[in-house]
């Protein structure tokens, strides 16, 4: 399990360096700039981070150019993390630590997070990239060089609210949608729609039943937005006011508070159109897509966990000297009636390990033909293995398992411009533990056969998501 190397990895920074070609060339049609957030969870001197959800985001830029890519690999540099670099040690309160210092320091601060804008990334056409983290608000970055310009409201975010990592864009008008949390007395749940420069334009929200944790993730279907709040509660809350113990500590699952399910819908200044509690068991963590059907219910599709454990076994810690656990997931249908908000029916497609689901961008919120993602050939290890799934016919789905010690990151699908919808490549970043260096691999996405391997300047440490940007 060589992966664990990169979990205590102290990235280096590059900038603007041609990639080697270690086999293959690059496609003539590839053009345009792949961003990955990256989560570093480095040794200070007083240790880890303590969850891997809170380890600093590094960005890493590959452009692809005619006949060459170009790489930058540069830290978010926002306020917690210039701090926590000067002190060499992890300071803020986050879902593994509690603020440092005395008991009274612990007090004072026991909310005092930090920012570290490391799940994912949202080009736009201003020029910037958003650098995103869905416990708090967007970073800016310059597109073209990664500099940090810092926290953005994006026209109408409060300092309270949130903004969630998995923005969905409509391939028809281009407009971006998100969902987030407002924290506080009264929680709620807000969704936004923005513009293709950054700034939300309309907005709306509801109240969430109890004190839920949290929301990745949504369903863009036709019209609606469906946010869907799982049954993880914080417990002993005065425990973490006290500093005795960190928020990720903290969470259990109630499932006798049902699932929230929220319906808003975009044709009617998303409007909440249902609010509902359903009695199920299972959690999501990222849904490949959504759709409308011949009977007017949403169908959407899942990766799902029968509980929260997952969840526990992200402590930086754990994962060095555990591993980590068997937690099987289960690739779903979900049917919902977008009416009342009643989840209808949960079909099992694929019985696998597999997550970091996508599509082809002209398929979100429509039915799709094929979805990607990684898997996962032993229980105990991580993802070293792609899979195309076919959703008319998941037995037929193709699968490219790598050798040992060899990990992927998320794989994004990119199409070539000069062939019909379909045709192009996917494209991930590989730790090979064998040779302890990182490659960008280059698939052709018919035949999952390698089109093209780049070694890069650096270790990467590991990621959950990233965009490509195609060249204008």
Not at 378 to 387: E, Q, R
Request: aromatic share 12%; net charge neutral.
């Amino acid at each position: 399990m060589s992966w664990k190397k990169l979990l205590s990895l102290n990235p280096i920074e590059f900038v603007d360096q041609q990639l080697v070609i270690c086999k293959g060339e690059l496609p003539k049609g590839l053009r345009g700039s792949l961003y990955r957030n990256t989560v570093s969870t480095k040794k200070r001197r007083n240790g880890f981070p303590g969850h891997l959800f809170d380890g600093d985001g590094v960005i890493l830029k590959i452009e692809f150019k005619e006949d060459r890519a170009i790489a930058t690999y540069k830290f978010v540099q926002n306020e917690g993390y210039v701090n926590e670099q000067q002190r060499d040690e992890y300071i803020y309160a986050g879902l593994g630590r509690t603020y440092t210092g005395n008991f009274f320091t612990k007090i004072f601060n026991s909310f005092s997070f930090k920012n570290p804008a490391n799940t994912s990334v949202l080009p736009l056409k201003s020029g910037e990239l958003l650098a995103l983290w869905e416990g708090g608000l967007p970073t800016n970055l310059n597109k073209s060089d990664l500099a940090t310009i810092g926290l953005t409201n994006a026209n109408s975010l409060q300092n309270a609210d949130t903004f969630s990592a998995h923005p969905k864009i409509d391939p028809k008008s281009g407009m971006i949608y998100n969902v987030g949390l407002t924290h506080g007395m009264n929680q709620m749940v807000n969704v936004y729609e923005m513009n293709q420069n950054g700034q939300i334009i309309r907005r709306n929200s509801a109240q969430v039943n109890g004190r839920r944790f949290m929301l990745h993730d949504f369903i863009l279907a036709g019209n609606y937005l469906i946010a869907i709040m799982y049954s993880q509660f914080v417990t002993d809350f005065h425990k973490i006011l006290l500093g005795r113990k960190s928020l990720g500590q903290d969470v259990l699952d109630d499932d006798s508070q049902g699932i929230q399910v929220f319906v808003f819908d975009r044709s009617k200044n998303l409007q909440l159109i249902a609010n509902r509690i359903n009695y199920f068991k299972f959690n999501v963590w990222h849904y490949s897509n959504g759709y409308v059907d011949e009977n007017g219910n949403v169908v959407a599709q899942a990766i799902t966990y029968p509980n929260y454990e997952l969840y526990n076994s992200f402590f930086v810690e754990n994962l060095l000297k555990n591993g980590l656990i068997d937690s099987k997931s289960s690739y779903d249908r979900l049917i919902i009636n977008p009416l009342t908000g009643e989840i209808l029916h949960k079909q099992q497609i694929l019985n696998d390990y597999l997550e970091f689901p996508i599509v082809h961008d002209d398929d979100v919120g429509s039915k799709q033909n094929f979805t990607y993602a990684i898997i996962q050939e032993k229980k105990d290890d991580w993802f070293n293995g792609i899979i195309r799934i076919d959703e008319d016919n998941p037995q037929n789905s193709q699968r490219r398992f790598y050798q040992q010690e060899q990990y992927l990151t998320e794989a994004l699908f990119v199409q070539d411009k000069n062939k019909q919808k379909g045709e192009g490549w996917l494209i991930f970043v590989i730790f090979d533990g064998t040779v302890d260096k990182s490659f960008v691999e280059i698939v052709d996405a018919l035949s999952f056969q390698s089109v093209c391997l780049l070694q890069l300047p650096q270790l990467i440490a590991p990621s959950f998501h990233g965009r490509f940007e195609y060249s204008q």
